[in-house]
Structure formats: structure tokens, C-alpha cells
């Protein structure tokens, strides 16, 4: 009896012991403050790792870019790939304990193709066609055409249909501010400097968070968290700095979560611009590409992380990246080449700058603060655009004040833009018609030509993956060969965390995946 006691004693206190190792709150650090907690499309990264906490979708993604289900738990396609049949889990919540039925999703995806809505999904608006509802855990979704990878359709976030009047989220809608969702996690606590999470009671579907709670931090810059990270401050940073980090502490874990971080300097192809005429040149264009030393800046900015662009598309996603040579670097060649142009236009020459009509050719360069490397990118990139006789004008801009003059003002003459590509229809927004609304950052720089819609068209309605690849590889070589922007570099993400941070699954994409399986020892 004595003995056996004295063996509980030890296993109750082995029990003891271990929960006192497990710690129950992670704290990561971000950059750029949300400007909304909705699952919008064309969001920040912040952003959509919030989401990621918050909301849930039919179908998720792993690290490998396979399929898996998450709301849904089977899904029946039709003989000829058009409908899709869902079956929702059993018993699933919003965190106000609300039921979530078809009737979510099917709102959703109404929400979601409204025109009206901030930053609508124009993706879902052109394919899906139609939605039945056939109970509260069945519905199918109709597309009207073939989708080159029609499972990335079901991979967006639902949103609660009893917060909405109408399928509408408006830019002022309260659910920016105050989200609910369906997510292991939900908000507890906001300030100006961090935002607090507990996991939500209600969620239970892939089983329950080990977490009770994650607290993001949020830093003006990148080297500020990652002395926090070493300093065992935090848990982990998302998109860590360490293009100059020499050697990596024993204790932190780096992982490569995304190859296809995409950075362009864009020209303003509005007509109403004042050097509208200019920029249509792809002469032009192709001087101030050749007078950039992309190899040197992306090397004593961003370090070996990176690999020369050549068009809209990442060089591994290319057929034959061969066909698209790199141009080379040649600023002497690129200082006379300008200099027979300008001079054409009827520019005058000073000693170290254009002049028409009086008024110095000045080219104003746009970009948002915030990263130090892309500071310095932008820097070099105003020299040696300087050596051509160009006065550049550079522009640091807050990230509200650079959303607002780049999405809906238009108000910029080149900007430096990253985006992440993690679909085909990725670099269309550069490329195709915008939509007809100012919300919408879709082709900000005002773009087009017929050639190039017909190829983005005939891409769109290829089924077959080696027509698809082969439209990839024309929309890749009319980028290229017009030089529409300066496609400069692309560059891998990389995020940092402490080894004792288990169980930690990456997300292609988006970084943060499957949050309830966390834990911290």
C-alpha cells in the first residue's frame, strides 16, 4: 500500500513538473500594425497571419502546397470538374458559440465577388457561378469554367453571416476593427503596440489549442525584434532580418517559408500622368533598366538571398528560364542611348541634368519605410539612375500615406513595390485591366494592352497544365520583351523562432498554419 502511494506521489509530481516546463503563451514579433482584422484579398503579411489565428476555410494548405480539409470534412466533384460538394464538420462554432453552417459559406462567397466589397475577390467573381445550399452541412459550388487549380478557390476565410445586413463589407464596417471567426484563436486585448489572443473555447474541430495565448509585438523594424528574439524576449519573427546575420545562436530555429517574394520598380502608366509620354517608351523603360546594377545592389542589400527577375514570374516557374536572358548592367551604354533620345524629344542638356521647356526632368521614387535593406535598395537605385543626368526625387512614405498615393491616388512616378507570388494569377494585377474601383489595388500602375489581355484570357480558360505553362512562358516574354516594369529581384522569406517552439508548421504563403498544435517546452 505504502509503496504504491509513494509511486503516485512521483507520478503525480512527474505531471507537475512537465506542465511547469510547457509554457502556455507564445509571443511573436510582426512589423505594420493591421489596418483590419477581415480576411480581405491584397492584405499585409501581418494581416493575413492574423487571419490565419482568427478565421478558418473549407480547405487548407500545407507547406507543401498540398490540399487538406479544414471547415469541410469530404468534398464530391463532378465527372466534368465544375461542381464541388462540401460536407461541413460536425458541430462547428463562431467564437460567440453561433453555429457555422453552409449558409456562412454561401454568404461568404457572396461578400467576397460584391464589387462593392473593400478589396473584393476578383478570382471568385469571375469563376464561381453558382451556390446550393442543400442543409445546414451540405452545398455545392458551381464554377461557370474550368479553373487551372480549382482547389485554391476553397481555400478562403468564411465570414459569420449574422454580423452582415447585407453581403457587403464596406471600407468603414465595424468588422474591420471587431472580427469574429471560427479560428483557434480570437482577440482578448488590443493596444497601439501589440495585440493579444486567448484560444477560442469553441474551436474544436482539429483539436483544441495547447496555447491559451499568443501575443504579437510589433516593431518599427526588423533588428529591433530579432535582438529581442536572441535576447529571449519573444518566441519568434516573422520575416527575420538576416541578411547580414553572420552566425545563427544555437537556440534559433530558421526556416525558409516563402521563395517568391517579387520587387519591382513600376512605372505610372496613367494617361493623365505628366511624363505619360515617357514611360510609354519601352526605350525608355529599357535605358533605366540597363543603368541599374541589380547584381551589386541586391548583393550589398539583401545578400545572397536572391535571384535576378526577368519578368513577372519567378525564374523557377518558367519552362525554360533560358530564353529570358538577363540584360546586362551598362551605364555607359545607357547614358548614350538616353542622351539620343531625350535630346530627340526635344530635352535640353546641362551639365548634369535634362531640362524641357525649361522644367529639369525630375523623377519622383516612392517607396514605404519601415526596412532598412529595401531603404538602401531604393538608395543605389536613385544613384545610378543619377548617373544618367536624372534628378531622383525619393519619397519614404508611411504605410497608410504609400497605400493611399499608390492604390488610389496614383500619385508617383516609379515605385518600389514587392508582392509575394503564390499563384499564377499573382502578376496580373500588374498586367490586366483594373476593375472599376478605387479600393482595389489591381494594376495600380494603369497598364494595358489588348495583345497582352487576350494572352491573360486564354490562360485563364486553359484547362490543360501544359497550355497553362505555355501562356506562362508568352505573358512572361511580353512583359520581357516591352519591359513594362523593371522586374529586379526575387527574394526568399525567412522566419526565426526559438528551438523550444514545437510543432510549429509553416504555411506557404502566409507563414503561420494549424496554430492549435503549438506548444512551447
Known amino acids: 500500500m505504502k509503496y504504491s502511494v509513494f509511486c503516485s506521489l512521483i507520478i503525480f509530481f512527474l505531471v507537475i513538473s512537465i506542465s511547469a516546463q510547457q509554457e502556455d503563451t507564445l509571443i511573436y514579433g510582426d512589423f505594420s500594425y493591421p489596418d483590419t482584422f477581415a480576411p480581405i484579398q491584397d492584405g499585409k503579411s501581418s494581416e493575413y497571419r492574423i487571419s490565419q489565428l482568427i478565421f478558418d476555410s473549407l480547405l487548407s494548405t500545407t507547406v507543401e502546397g498540398n490540399f487538406v480539409y479544414s ?24 467564437h460567440d458559440s453561433t453555429p457555422l453552417t453552409s449558409k456562412d459559406v454561401e454568404f461568404t462567397i457572396r461578400l467576397l465577388t460584391n464589387p462593392k466589397t473593400y478589396h473584393y475577390d476578383t478570382t471568385l467573381e469571375e469563376y464561381v457561378e453558382d451556390i446550393t445550399c442543400l442543409n445546414a452541412s451540405i452545398l455545392t459550388i458551381t464554377l461557370r469554367k474550368p479553373f487551372y487549380n480549382p482547389l485554391t478557390l476553397f481555400t478562403f476565410k468564411i465570414f459569420p453571416r449574422h454580423k452582415f ?5 464596406s471600407v468603414d464596417h465595424p468588422f474591420h476593427k471587431k ?5 483557434p484563436f480570437q482577440i482578448e486585448k488590443e493596444t497601439k503596440q501589440s495585440i493579444e489572443f486567448i484560444a477560442s473555447p469553441s474551436f474544436h474541430h482539429r483539436g483544441k489549442p495547447h496555447l491559451k495565448k499568443i501575443v504579437v509585438r510589433f516593431y518599427s523594424n526588423r533588428e529591433d525584434a530579432w535582438v529581442d528574439l536572441k535576447n529571449q524576449k519573444i518566441h519568434l519573427v516573422a520575416e527575420a532580418p538576416i541578411q547580414r546575420e553572420k552566425t545563427l545562436p544555437s537556440n534559433i530555429v530558421l526556416e525558409k517559408y516563402s521563395l517568391n517574394n517579387i520587387h519591382i520598380l513600376a512605372f505610372n502608366h496613367h494617361k493623365e500622368h ?34 535576378l527577375l526577368t519578368g513577372p514570374f519567378p ?23 538616353l542622351e539620343d533620345f531625350l535630346l ?17 526632368l525630375t523623377l519622383r521614387l516612392v517607396y514605404e519605410g519601415g526596412d532598412p535593406f529595401k531603404e538602401q535598395a531604393c538608395q543605389e537605385i536613385a544613384q545610378s539612375l543619377e548617373k544618367l543626368g536624372l534628378i531622383i526625387k525619393l519619397e519614404k512614405q508611411t504605410e497608410t500615406q504609400f497605400k493611399k498615393n499608390i492604390f488610389q491616388n496614383h500619385n508617383f512616378d516609379l515605385v518600389y513595390y514587392t508582392y509575394t507570388f503564390t499563384k499564377n494569377s499573382d502578376a ?13 489595388p489591381k494594376n495600380f500602375s494603369g497598364y494595358f494592352s489588348t495583345q497582352l489581355e487576350e494572352l491573360i484570357y486564354q490562360f485563364q480558360n486553359s484547362f490543360n497544365p501544359w497550355m497553362i505553362q505555355k501562356y506562362s512562358q508568352k505573358i512572361h516574354k511580353f512583359a520581357y520583351d516591352e519591359t513594362i516594369h523593371l522586374f529586379l529581384w526575387e527574394l526568399n522569406s525567412y522566419v526565426a523562432y526559438r528551438e523550444k517552439l514545437k510543432n510549429f508548421q509553416l504555411h506557404p504563403y502566409y507563414l503561420f498554419n494549424f496554430a492549435e498544435r503549438w506548444k512551447i517546452f
Open 315 to 337: 525564374n523557377h516557374y518558367l519552362e525554360k528560364p533560358s530564353d529570358f536572358p538577363i540584360q546586362p548592367y551598362n551605364v555607359e551604354y545607357a547614358m548614350n542611348q
Open 179 to 183: 472580427p469574429l471567426g471560427c479560428g
Open 165 to 169: 445586413s447585407d453581403p457587403i463589407l
Open 428 to 440: 496580373f494585377f500588374l498586367l490586366q485591366k483594373p476593375p472599376k474601383t478605387q479600393h482595389h
Open 274 to 307: 505628366e511624363l505619360y509620354n515617357l514611360f510609354q517608351s519601352k526605350k525608355f523603360r529599357s535605358i533605366l533598366l540597363r543603368s541599374i546594377h541589380r547584381e551589386k545592389i541586391l548583393s550589398s542589400c539583401f545578400g545572397k538571398e536572391g535571384t
Open 71 to 94: 471547415l469541410a470534412k469530404d468534398m464530391d466533384v463532378s465527372p466534368d470538374g465544375l461542381s464541388y460538394t462540401f460536407l461541413l464538420q460536425d458541430n462547428i462554432q463562431w
Open 344 to 360: 530627340a524629344k526635344d530635352y535640353t542638356k546641362n551639365k548634369n541634368y535634362y531640362e524641357f521647356k525649361g522644367r529639369k
